[in-house]
C-alpha cells in the first residue's frame, strides 16, 4: 500500500485505482460481469442478477454508471401473480417501467412468468399495464420466454400481442402444464383471437415447447416459417402424430429437431428435407424412424435408450440418411450388429459412452479384421469402456488400414491424436493397458 501510494503521488496522471478508469471501462467490465449471470442464450429461469445489484450499490459513481449502461437492464424478468413459498410478489409496473427505461435501445430479452396464484384482481391489471408498457418496444424484442402456470393472468399479454409484429425476435419458448391445456386453447378458440405477433416474426428461427404441445392452428404461437430449431419436452406420451406433421410442415426451415416426447403412435411416412440435426429420446426414437426419412441429416442423438431400441436401429441406414456423419447412442441396453454398421459406413463420429463393456467387446471385436474396415470414415471415437486388449487392436488395426482415429474416448479421457501414427500406437500399447490394470 506505501508503495502504491508513493507511485501515485509520483505519478498522479497515471493512478491505477479504478476510480480513475475511464467511464467506458467501466461499463464494459460491468456488462461482462453482468453477462455471467444473464447471457441471453442461458435458460431465463436460471438468469442472476446478483451482479448487476451489487456492483450498482458500490458507489455513487459506480451507480451512475450502471444506471446508464443499457447492457445491464435489457434482461426483464417479470412475474404475475405471488410466490407464497418464498413469500415474493409479482413484478410491479413501477419497476418494470424503469427497467425498459434504463435498457436504451439495445436488444431485450422478456421472461414472463404467470404463477398459479393469479387473482383477476391486482395481478391481472399489473398484467394489463405491463404488457402496454412493453408494446412499444416490441421492435427491440429478441428473445420472449412465457412460463404459463395459469392464463389468468397471461390473457392481457396474448390479448395485448396478437397483431403486434417483433421484427427482430429471433428465440421463443413457450412452457405450460398440462393441467392448463384446457384453459389456453379456450383461449385460441375465442371468437376473434389470433396467435401472438400475428404481425410478422420473420427472424424468428428458435422455438422451445416444453409441457402442452399446442399445435397449429389452434396455438398462440407465431408463424414458423423461419423456425430452424425446434426442442419439445414432454413427460407424458403424446397421441398427436397428425397434429405433430402439421407441425413440422409449417417450418419448411427447420435444421434442427430435439424430441423429448414419447410419442407412442406409429406414424405414416414422412420427410423433412432440410433436418440436419436429429435429438429423440427412448419412445419417440421407436416409433418415428420407421417411417421418417431425412435426405440431409447429418447429425442423429438418441439418449435414454430403453429395451426395445433395437427396433429403432433397424431403420438407420444410408439409404433414408445418405449424409450421416455423426451417431450419439446413450444408455446400455443394445448391442450394435455386423448389418447395422455396415449400413452406416457414412459415419465419421459415434459416441457410446453408456455402452456395457461386454457390448463395447463385442462392437470392437467385430470392427478389428482386416481391410475392408467397418466405418472407413470414422475419425472420432467415444466409448464408456472397453478390454484394453480390444481397444489396442483396434486402434492399430486402424493405422495399418491407414484409416487411424484422429479422437479417442475412453473412461472420460479423451485424447487429441490428429495424423500422428506414433502417438496412436503408443496409445494403443501403453495407455489402455495401463488403465485396464489400475
Given at each position: ?44 429461469l436460471y438468469w442472476d442478477f446478483g451482479f448487476r445489484d451489487t456492483i450498482s450499490l458500490l458507489s455513487h459513481r ?377
Open positions: 500500500m506505501d508503495t502504491q501510494s508513493e507511485l501515485a503521488q509520483e505519478h498522479p496522471h497515471q493512478s491505477t485505482t479504478v476510480d480513475h478508469l475511464p467511464l467506458e471501462i467501466i461499463a464494459y467490465i460491468m456488462e461482462l460481469g453482468h453477462m455471467d449471470g444473464c447471457n441471453p442464450m442461458l435458460d431465463p459506480f451507480r451512475s454508471i450502471a444506471l446508464g449502461t443499457p447492457k445491464l437492464w435489457n434482461c426483464l424478468r417479470v412475474y404475475i401473480g405471488r410466490d407464497d413459498e418464498h413469500a415474493l410478489l409479482g413484478t410491479s409496473p413501477e419497476s418494470f417501467s424503469r427497467g425498459l427505461q434504463r435498457s436504451g435501445a439495445v436488444p431485450l430479452d422478456l421472461l414472463f412468468v404467470c404463477r398459479r396464484t393469479c387473482d383477476e384482481g391486482r395481478d391481472v391489471g399489473d398484467s394489463r399495464r405491463i404488457s402496454r408498457l412493453l408494446f412499444p418496444h416490441l421492435s427491440r424484442l429478441r428473445s420472449c420466454d412465457l412460463f404459463i402456470e395459469s392464463m389468468t393472468g397471461a390473457l392481457p399479454l396474448f390479448d395485448t400481442f396478437q397483431f403486434a409484429e417483433a421484427p427482430a425476435l429471433e428465440r421463443m419458448a413457450f412452457r405450460s402444464v398440462e393441467e392448463d391445456a384446457e384453459d389456453i386453447t379456450d383461449w385460441i378458440d375465442r371468437k376473434g383471437s389470433h396467435p401472438i405477433f400475428s404481425g410478422g416474426t420473420p427472424n424468428m428461427s428458435s422455438l422451445t415447447i416444453v409441457g402442452i404441445i399446442l399445435f397449429p392452428p389452434t396455438s398462440p404461437l407465431p408463424r414458423l416459417q423461419a423456425v430452424t430449431f425446434l426442442s419439445i419436452t414432454t413427460d407424458t406420451p403424446q397421441y398427436f402424430p397428425a397434429e405433430f406433421r402439421s407441425l413440422l410442415s409449417a417450418m419448411p426451415s427447420l435444421t434442427e429437431l430435439e424430441l423429448m416426447s414419447p410419442f407412442v403412435v406409429h406414424f405414416e411416412a414422412f420427410s423433412t428435407p432440410n433436418l440436419r440435426s436429429l435429438t429423440l429420446s427412448d419412445l419417440a426414437a421407436n416409433e418415428l424412424l420407421e417411417g421418417w426419412t431425412a435426405p440431409v441429416l447429418q447429425s442423429l442423438c438418441i439418449g435414454r435408450l430403453c429395451g426395445g431400441i433395437h427396433d429403432a436401429l433397424q431403420h438407420i441406414d444410408t439409404t433414408k440418411y445418405p449424409m450421416l456423419e455423426s451417431l450419439v447412442l446413450g444408455g446400455d441396453e443394445f448391442t450394435l450388429t455386423w448389418p447395422f454398421v455396415h449400413a452406416t459406413d457414412t459415419l465419421k463420429h459415434v459416441s457410446l459412452m453408456d455402452i456395457s463393456r461386454q457390448s463395447a467387446d463385442h462392437l470392437l471385436h467385430m470392427m478389428t479384421p482386416s481391410p475392408p474396415c467397418l466405418w472407413p470414415r470414422l475419425q472420432s471415437f467415444s466409448i464408456g469402456s472397453a478390454s484394453p486388449f480390444a481397444w489396442s487392436a483396434f486402434l492399430l488395426q486402424r493405422v495399418v488400414a491407414d484409416r487411424p482415429i484422429l479422437r479417442a474416448q475412453i473412461y472420460g479421457r479423451l485424447y487429441v491424436l490428429d495424423d500422428d501414427v506414433a502417438a496412436i500406437e503408443r496409445l494403443a500399447r501403453e495407455e489402455w493397458v495401463a488403465i485396464g490394470s489400475a
